[in-house]
């Protein structure tokens, strides 16, 4: 079983900034994709960013220049810097971590969300 555990969000003003943090428990699988989703109120869970193991990252459009995905391999750790946030960027944000359990599969594991509010 791998553990997905989120911290850094909170409550910030427009324009400011935060960086989450993601550590995934594990010595034994490794770490394919790692990503950052957001749900917020009403509206269905959406990819925010997404990094590969190689470090390649791709991100929504509502956050390009703004955002900012790396990870840690040796930590099995994500970060997202959130920067120039909007009120409209406030949800809970979701780390999820694709391990590779298998010959050719994965599972896909979340962690249990952390709250983002942006105040206009």
């Known amino acids: 079983q791998v553990q997905v555990v989120e911290s850094g969000g909170g409550l910030v003003q427009a324009g400011g900034s935060l960086r989450l943090s993601c550590a995934a428990s594990t010595t034994i699988f490794r770490i394919n994709n790692m990503g950052w989703y957001r749900q917020a109120p009403g509206k269905q869970r959406v990819l925010v960013a997404l990094?590969?193991?190689?470090?390649?990252?791709d991100y929504a459009e509502s956050v390009k220049g703004r955002f900012a995905i790396s990870r840690d391999n040796a930590k099995n750790t994500v970060y997202l810097q959130l920067n120039s946030l909007k009120p409209e960027d406030t949800a809970v944000y979701y780390c999820?971590?694709?391990?590779?359990?298998?010959?050719?599969?994965?599972?896909?594991?979340w962690g249990q969300g952390t709250q983002v509010t942006v105040s206009s």
């Open positions: 990094i590969s193991s190689a470090g390649l990252t």
């Open positions: 999820n971590a694709q391990v590779a359990t298998g010959r050719s599969s994965e599972t896909s594991y």
